[in-house]
C-alpha cells in the first residue's frame, strides 16, 4: 500500500484543512466530507483505503438514518466531538477501512475532548543523550480493531499550531513511513510512579 496511489477519505470542516489536505494528498484520490453523514456516506460508498478525520465537526443533514435530526437545525451545524464516531464506524467489518486517524488542530489544553487522547499513550520515549532524564516524549499507541489500524494524533504530534494541519505526517504514520517525535514534557511535571516506570524502560533498554 506504501507507493500506490491511495483512495482516501478525509472528514474535515474548516476551509483551511480542506485546503491544506487536497495539495498536501494531491496525488491520491481523495474525497473531503465537510460532517458526520457527509462521511457516513462516502464510507458506505466508496470504501477507502485510508480515512483522516478530525475530532470536532457538525453532524450534517445527509443521513436518513440521522441520529439527531429531532434535535433541529442548531444541533446540526454546531461543531460536535463525532471524530470518534466515525472512526468506529470506520473500523466495522462491513466497512473495514485498513487505515484510520483521527488528527484535530487541538490540544488538552484547548479542548477536553482532546484531551482524551492523552489517557492512552503507551508510554515515553527517553533520549538516550539525556542522561539526567529531563525530558521524555510520549509515544502515540497504533490501535488494532477489529481488522482496522486506528490512531490518535493533535496539533503537538503535527506540528500545526496556529497553521494548516499536517496531512501528509498522519498519512507517513498509518503507511509505517515515520514515526513522530511528539511533544516533549519536562519529568517535573511527572509523578514520581511515573519517573520511575521511565527510569525502568531506560534500565531495560540499556540491558
Partial sequence: MTNEKLNILVVEDKPIHQESARAQLNEHNLVVAPDYCSAISSLKERKPQILLTDMMFPMGDGEESNPIRHLGREALYSEQPLGYAVALYAA????????????????????????????????????????????????????????????????????????????????????????????????????????????????????
Avoid at 139 to 146: A, G, M, Q, V, W
Avoid at 174 to 197: A, D, H, K, V
Wanted: glycine share 4%; proline share 8%.
Fill in 92 to 207: 466495522r467489518p462491513i466497512i473495514a477501512v485498513p487505515r484510520i486517524a483521527i488528527l484535530t488542530d487541538a490540544t488538552h489544553h484547548s479542548n477536553p475532548v482532546c484531551a482524551t487522547f492523552d489517557q492512552f499513550d503507551i508510554g515515553f520515549k527517553v533520549d538516550p543523550n539525556e542522561p539526567t532524564v529531563k525530558t521524555q516524549t510520549k509515544i502515540r499507541p497504533l490501535f488494532k480493531i477489529n481488522n482496522s489500524l486506528f490512531t490518535m494524533l493533535d496539533s503537538r504530534d503535527l506540528r500545526c499550531e496556529d497553521g494548516p494541519k499536517n496531512w501528509k505526517v498522519a498519512l507517513d504514520v498509518l503507511l509505517g513511513r515515520f514515526i513522530p517525535e511528539t511533544y516533549n514534557i519536562s519529568s517535573n511535571c511527572l509523578r514520581p510512579s511515573q519517573r520511575r516506570s521511565v527510569q525502568e524502560e531506560i534500565g531495560e533498554s540499556n540491558d
